[in-house]
């Protein structure tokens, strides 16, 4: 049965499909399918997204558990879309009724014009502050305890949660970690900050921040061949111009850091051939680089984020169970050079 502990001292999630890509019973076809595969190559949990386009994340984590044995829904957390409380419900009432662990990632931003047509002005580094107190909040209410908050952004007095969550149940938390406000609110919430990675050549043999605890966001074509790989990214990924120029305009409306570094190192790769790929996010097909080359080139990759203290990672949407098989034979053979 799986355990999600495939890859000893390593965390690796996948990426649960966005309800814009299908309808009705095909996108819960799509749910299901992705969430065993998931678990059946060792994934540790599944990131569930969430925005002004998509349906509600909660009812989809729900899917997932209801298909799956121990994969983990990391579920997208926006303030703007639910009081604390509510958040706080939502994870407690999973876990009385399915004995199942959730994760969160929490979302300080999000499309610029998501949040303008729900009226959440708040700047960049502020939306950070308000993460942490929502977060603080959440997690004493799971707690047990009777919680009164007199914050910035929230207050309450005196609030209990029913159903109580098992506190073996207490969910990991995540949150952005390409900004500065973002890696002061991790620090916070003690969560993991996750951050789209530069090329690993980039970093240190050592931990950039020896205590933090770091995931990145990436995702993986390999194959035996490299030839054999770059065959398929060029199919999935082709260069598109009218994509290109999506990107540009995104890039116009966005306040995000990750977007904007991303966007200088797809520049400065242009012309150049290597594991480390932004065709993908250039051409506005997916939101992180891509890793593509064989096994061991893409293991290699990989090992040096992990000894830069980046242990846990979260892939992109799989398009189908082969490329699961693909990315689980590079963490395997991560993973063996971490216990050899």
């Known amino acids: ?14 990426t649960c499909p966005q309800s814009v890509e299908a309808e009705g019973a095909a996108y819960l076809q799509k749910v299901r399918d992705v969430a065993r595969w998931s678990e059946q190559y060792g994934c540790k ?27 983990c829904p990391l579920v997208a957390v926006q303030p703007v879309y639910m009081h604390p409380y509510a958040a706080a419900t939502m994870v407690s009432s999973l876990g009385h009724l399915y004995g ?11 499309f610029k014009n998501d949040l303008t047509a729900l009226n959440d002005t708040t700047p960049h580094d502020r939306r950070y502050d308000r993460l942490v107190e929502y977060t603080v909040i959440m997690r004493r209410l799971l707690e047990g ?13 005196n609030l209990k ?20 406000a973002g890696r002061a ?68 409306v966005s306040d995000s850091l990750w977007h904007k570094q991303l966007s200088e190192l797809t520049e400065a790769a242009q012309g150049q051939r290597s594991v480390y790929w932004m065709v993908p996010f250039d051409s506005y097909k997916t939101n992180c680089p891509y890793l593509v080359g064989n096994y061991r ?17 979260i892939l992109d949407i799989p398009p189908s169970e082969e490329e699961l098989h693909h990315s689980a034979t590079v963490f395997q053979e991560v993973a063996k050079g971490l216990v050899s």
Request: proline residues 5%; glycine residues 6%.
């Open 1 to 14: 049965m799986p355990d999600g502990s495939r890859y000893p001292c390593l965390e690796v999630f996948s």
């Open 45 to 71: 949990g599944i990131l569930v997204y969430a925005d002004n386009r998509l349906v509600d994340p909660w009812l989809v984590a729900q899917l997932i558990i209801q298909q799956t044995v121990t994969l």
């Open 100 to 110: 199942r662990r959730v994760a969160l990632n929490m979302i300080a931003g999000g």
């Open 145 to 157: 305890a009777a919680v009164t908050f007199d914050g910035e952004f929230y207050k309450i007095t």
């Open 161 to 180: 949660l029913l159903p109580k969550l098992s506190l073996d149940l207490m969910p990991d938390v995540f949150v952005s970690g390409s900004s500065e």
């Open 185 to 252: 609110a991790a620090r916070a919430m003690n969560a993991t900050a996750v951050h789209y990675p530069r090329p690993s050549k980039e970093y240190a043999e050592a931990a950039e921040e020896p205590s933090a605890d770091s995931g990145i966001r990436v995702g993986i074509i390999a194959r035996d061949c490299e030839e054999e790989a770059w065959e398929v990214a060029a199919l999935r990924f082709p260069v598109d111009r009218k994509g290109q120029i999506t990107r540009e305009l995104a890039m116009k």
């Open 297 to 313: 080139q893409v293991a290699d990759e990989v090992g040096r984020y992990v000894r830069a203290g980046h242990r846990k990672f």
